[in-house]
């Protein structure tokens, strides 16, 4: 009877403990800038103008197509964009929770307790609850990706069932499609079917890969025609092939495996406790595997810039599933005193990791920078150009066609032969001469509010341009509540569009500047 009802208690409280942690957060209205890039595709999709960053200019500048797809269609009807990403993100989330408290259902072998573990790991755990209401994919990805190992577990017990095949193919090519790196799961639960056919001569795994093709084939086929190029334009910004971006990808790991120490150690304990202690060995290969690779692909690209280890996240649930396996096979004393550890370091982590609780609680680019957008909504014509570092809000809420300055969603910038992996990740090309052969209206250093000085690299290169000083003044404008923005404006005379409608508060700020450029 307590084993009937420990997961379901364990996934309530998993669910409550999740939920108030984003109540917390979001006292403060975290949602990261990147999240506004999708939405401004995905608006852009739902008037019909395409699956582009700016009308007619046809830039991959996401990695997230399902996403987008689904937001689209919430645009389309008429819906408020970020509560719908909210919204999804909840409910995926609290369906990935869901399906773990329901592995031992999926899994014959493996004990309801586990299942019960691996889901208070997840719901403590800042590093998967964050991303709650971030308006973020990645609640999506660790659903499709949970989904599609315990599928692979069916599979697994009725090997010549084809529905399930065919279900297992749909679910890995939806996970492909909203993250192109979760191919990885197609790749590793290949493998493991393949190796089962060999062992049994069933040649019916092939439904598998081929339904898995049909639809990952046809979508690929689609955007290289659509797009033009193999990979996302925002892999071109990131990712390079220096030893300094895989030193880079290792201090991420190593400082992800740090705040999840005691999970992490219950999960690479896998590797040394006996095979026959656990009750789903099958299921215990596919998560060693499949979290090995994940890890060498993380290692490999250079790691993430944003919170809360956002590229460990979609596969987190997969870790505490393998983690909670391994402390039920371990001597019940040594158990029970891990889970209590395990999970007070969560807690610990949530108030003292500043990558998981200090920075996604007060990360405020996302924020700042839709006051930004609509500011300039209300005082620049609709035609005018922006460039900007600030790609998601700024240009989502003021509706301007816009530069970005970083690359994600400029082809030019992106293709840009420049060493990547010593910097920030995403934040290392520009391009300060193409910006300025666009001749913006405005233009933005550094991050949402501006700065006078230059920031990143095409910040510098355009503030080092002769045509910049002779072209281009320095504004600051106060956008209400206590806060500026600080622009690049080109003037009348060198054919820019002039911001309207200024008011006296707005020409006082000006007043405050202290610096601006010769010229």
Sequence with gaps: MLARLAPW????????????????????FWMPDDAYISMRYAENFAAGKGL????????????????????????????DLEALAQAIGITFSLGALFLVSRAHRFAPGL????????VLMMGTCGVFTTWLMA???TPLVAFWCVLAVLLNEQVRAQPRAPGLLVLLGVCCALAAMTRPNMGLVFVVLLLDRFIDAVRTRNASFLLFPLTFGALFGAYFLWRYTYYGFLLPNTFYVKVGGTWAQAMRGMDYTGRFLGATFFIAASALAAYLIPKRAFGAPGLRRVLLTLLTVHAAYVVIVGGDFMPSFRFFASVFPLLALLAAMSVAAMRPHAAVALIFVALA???????????????AGKGNVGRYGKRVGLWLREHAPPDALLATNTAGSIPFFSKLPAIDMLGLCDAVIAHRDLPVGRGTPGHEKGDGRYVLSRKPDYIQFGSASG?????????????????????YVSRTYAIGGGGVVRLYVRKPAAGGKP??????????ARKKEVWKPSG
Excluded: C
């Excluded at 004990?111 to 691996?118: E, G, H, I, K, T």
């Design 499 to 508: 911001l309207s409608a200024v008011s006296s508060e707005e020409t006082a």
């Design 111 to 118: 004990s309801p307790w586990s299942s019960a573990l691996a």
């Design 135 to 137: 308006g973020m994919e």
């Design 52 to 79: 582009v960053y700016n009308e007619g200019e046809r830039v991959e500048g996401y990695t997230t197509f399902l996403w987008v797809v689904l937001l689209g269609g919430g645009a389309f009807v008429g819906l």
């Design 9 to 28: 208690t364990a996934f309530m409280l998993a669910a409550v403990f999740a939920v108030g942690h984003n109540y917390y957060i979001q006292q403060t």
């Design 345 to 359: 370091h969560n807690g610990m982590m949530l108030v003292s990791h500043r990558d998981i609780g200090d920075r």
């Design 451 to 471: 700065s006078v000085r230059p920031v990143f690299r095409g910040d510098r290169e355009i503030f080092q341009a002769a045509e910049f000083k002779r072209d």
